[in-house]
């Protein structure tokens, strides 16, 4: 493991965790922080304090006459101590807690603004980069606080260590150097196993994501359906436990090799206590120490021991921590994965064209070009129909113009300016779009159309309005509760009731055809604005409905700069300008007319092709059976 993807490189210290972990708490609960931080140092030190009072109350007893006075304020500083240690450790847990939620709800904050802040599809393409956000999610759950908390108890550890090494120094320089020299290679053998259980997240975290991908697929409505007709269930289900068994035998084998540190460290542990003990026990009926010392030494021992003990498996712990927050931290630093301009212009709203001049484009390095020197003008005001066969890169014609990815070679410009040069936010929002592989939200249907301009998400007029020309307006009325039904089965209305039947009730489902249609209603409600895309934006419907929508969206182009990606040759051809693309080139370009009649067109021969598929003759068709009613030809073929 090097590099960005490894964990152990280089800077991944616990005291660089620790630094940032304590950042961010002292962001999100500063009076908490404190709390704990005094808590710990009465934790640490009351112990001491102790074992002190103990001796001396020993001490007083043994001695021919022992003084009440003496004995009366030794017992009432014991009682003290024991309140204050109570009260500490309750004041402790509440601080912990609150500290806990309130770190736990920055951290994820950080995180998602962090995801939020990747304005291009690049990064998130990446396996790699999910195994690290993986382990970010499940470490800015819990990573800094267990950071902050192994900090606090480390404080607490060396002060109680601290405390109780003196006091054995004071009654046997010896047995204080046996029990510091045994902590030694436990320290040791707790980083190597905590660098070895980091190092297991990392590596078994793509088995882990290809287990969630199958428990997702077992479990999911969409896959459902495949998975019972297909009788997918067991061959996933074996897949699952494969990867799960993977995950287990490596955690197995880690979790041998700390049991067999943990039972040495124990034994040796066991064997200076023992130690300690017989020379403590020989000194006192030498009459060398007092019986105070005895108790006192015994203590501080069994103090000592177990200080270490906390201390160095809190280091550990707190270098695992270290390890996983590190994924935390790359993914809250990570840059955006499209360049922001250095001196940003402008957008002005488009007034003379957008152009890809020369683009060049493929997906990744060892990928093939998918746009090799694509030259493109949309002038404004005018529709652009792109057609072409699967997989010539229209859809990513599209993603360019959205700038979801920077071409290598190459710009658009929109009047002239690189899109490049503008804040991509700015970009965006000129523009409106339906895409290939839109959504479906688990929200209502209001908000399902209302997400296409969050401005006017409480607006019911323009949803309404956006609705109607999505020809979905109707069938949103007659849900259960209108324009506020829950879609979805997974949630439902009225979750919080504990009503069930009302809660289920509300769940309401609809077919693919009538989710496109609010994906339109939604890419609608930017009607208005400079550029609309219309990616197969009536892949899903029926005849009917697609020659409804067809002619409205046609109405809605006119006048507006339009680009429209459709199979459906009968929908592209009132297009202003129709291109064909190929090999990641444009092939062709001219209206329906010109193209029909330019001889050779690729074009012509894909029209043919489809119209021919209408006829019920086809050694009598007309070449313009899809075109004398493109949408009439659509409807029979549906
Ligand atoms: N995210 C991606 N990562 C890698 N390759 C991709 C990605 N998206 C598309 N491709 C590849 O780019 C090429 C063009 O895909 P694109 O989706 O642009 O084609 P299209 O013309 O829209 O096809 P269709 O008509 O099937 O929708 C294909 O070979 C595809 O495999």
New binding site residues.
Partial sequence: MNGDDGVTEAGVSIAGGLKAAYALAWRACPGMLLLQLVTAVIGGMAPVGAAWLTKLALDEITVPSPRTGALVWTAAGLGALGIAMAATSAVRDYAQGRARRAIGLRSQDRLFAAVNRMSG?ARL?EPRFHDRLRLAQQSAEHGPDQLVQMGLSTLQGILGVAGFLGTLVAISPLMTGAALAAAAPALIAHLTLSRRRAGLLWRTSPGMRRKIFYQMLLTDLQAAKEVRLFGLGGFLHGRMLTELRATNDAEDRLERGVVRVQVALAVLGALLSAGGLLWAVYAAATRTISVGDVSVFIASLAGLQSGLGVLVQGIAMGHQSALVFHHYLTVVGVRDDLPAPSRPRELAPLARSIELRDVWFR??ED?PW?LRGLNLTIPHGTSLAVV??????????VKLLCRFYDPQRGSVLWDGVDIRDVPVAELRQRIGAVF?DYMDYDLTAAENIGLGDLEAIDDPDRIRAAAERAGIHETVERLPDGYRTMLSRVFHAGEEDDDEETARASGVHLSGGQWQRLALARGLMRRGRDLMILD?PSSGLDAVAEAAVHDRLRELRSGSTSVL?S?RLSAVRRADRIVV?RDGQVLESGDHASLLASPGSVYAELFRTQAEGYQEDPAGGDESAPGGSGVAATMTAG
């Fill in positions: 599809l393409e997906y990744g990928s998918v072409g066969l699967n997989g010539a890169g229209k859809s990513t014609l290939q197969e990606v199979h693309v």
